[in-house]
């Protein structure tokens, strides 16, 4: 099968590499469409314990085509997305739901098992969930990132008519925004340097958008509603957006960070301290978020189709991943398999 390797920091390249060959309680998918991550982009610039040749690829979904030993509930030409990890399904935070801090945890696609930059990929039918019809392949591909922007909003306090602001609007801030929406917070307004992200908030639903070097975001949430923002999502990921964050927020708000800084960062903990501020961080999703996610899509409570704003062949991931490094109006890229 064809697949892209991980050959080092900046490289990868294209191969020809046998089919793998589901174990027991495995089966293997035939890959319809796998998204290129924000993670992917870093693990390939900065290398994050990635070794070579191994296959990324987290955001996807396919069509079963084999099925392993031991599995049970399933059937070949089954559209599936799938949890991208396995984890032993017995320990305290497995049956909290919580795999993503299984001590066994194992990512497909990110680090141990080989992910869905390849024409099949193996998962455990534990990780499984079925697509209904009304959600097409690309749909299927964006449970996974949709369902970060969930698990973020879920550990926050939104309800309806909570004032908001999501900082950043890159795949992430934009699926929290969306969820932000959906759960009924309001006004959500954006903070978005780039203006081609800043646009396609807009146009996925987003009450307001501003360039934080313009305008503060938060005297965008007074206008609109006479209040400060008690929510604060920062879904940027670099230095000095916390402290940011913190200036943005209502007094006893919550900020909320999803964003992934790679570097040390400094806070200053008065500011926190002055404001009672509660601060989160959220990581991954459960199972239940993938499921509220494909339930939202097939409902269409939640319209996500304008976040893929390209789809591209296996061939072209390469040069993608250096233009993706270059500051882009893209949100999510799709590699798309013939099928
Ligand atoms: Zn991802
Ligand atoms: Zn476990």
Not at 5 to 34: F, I, T, W
Not at 179 to 203: F, N, Q, T, Y
Not at 280 to 297: G, K, P, V
């Amino acid at each position: 099968m064809k697949a892209v390797l991980y050959k080092g920091p900046n490289q990868l390249a294209l191969a020809d590499l046998p089919k793998p060959v589901p174990g027991a309680g495995e089966v293997l998918l035939k890959v319809h469409d796998c998204g290129i991550c924000g993670s992917d982009l870093h693990a390939v610039q900065f290398g994050l314990g990635l070794k070579p040749d191994c296959v990324l690829g987290h955001e996807f979904c396919g069509e079963i085509s084999e099925i392993g030993p031991e599995v049970s509930g399933y059937a070949a030409g089954e559209r599936v997305a799938a949890v991208p990890f396995s984890s032993c399904g017995v320990c305290d935070h497995c049956r909290r739901g919580q795999g993503y801090h299984c001590e066994k945890l194992k990512s497909i696609g990110l680090g141990p098992l080989p992910g869905a930059y390849a024409e099949y990929v193996a998962c455990p039918a534990a990780s499984l969930l079925k697509l209904p019809a009304r959600l097409n392949s690309r749909q299927g591909a964006l449970v996974e990132p949709l369902s970060v922007g969930l698990h973020g909003v879920n550990r926050s306090r939104i309800k309806p008519g909570t004032p908001s602001i999501v900082m950043g609007a890159g795949p992430v801030g934009l699926a929290t925004m969306l969820w932000c929406k959906a759960k009924g917070a309001d006004p959500v307004v954006v903070s978005e340097i780039a203006p081609g992200r800043r646009e396609l908030a807009l146009r996925l639903g987003a009450s307001a958008v501003v360039n934080p070097r313009e305008y503060n975001p938060g005297a965008k949430v007074r206008e609109l509603c006479g209040r400060l923002p008690e929510v604060v999502f920062e879904c940027i990921g670099v230095k000095s957006t916390l402290n940011e964050a913190v200036s943005l927020v209502d007094k006893c708000g919550q900020v909320v960070v999803i964003g992934v800084c790679m570097e040390p960062d400094q806070i200053m903990p008065l500011h926190f301290i002055f404001k009672e501020v509660s601060i989160n961080f959220a990581l991954a999703y459960t199972r239940s978020d993938f499921e509220e996610t494909i339930q939202a899509l097939a409902t269409g409570r939640i319209n996500a189709d304008p976040l893929i704003t390209d789809v591209i062949g296996l061939e072209q991931v390469p040069a993608a991943f250096e233009a993706l490094r270059k500051p882009t109006s893209q949100a999510k890229v799709l590699i798309e398999f013939p099928r």
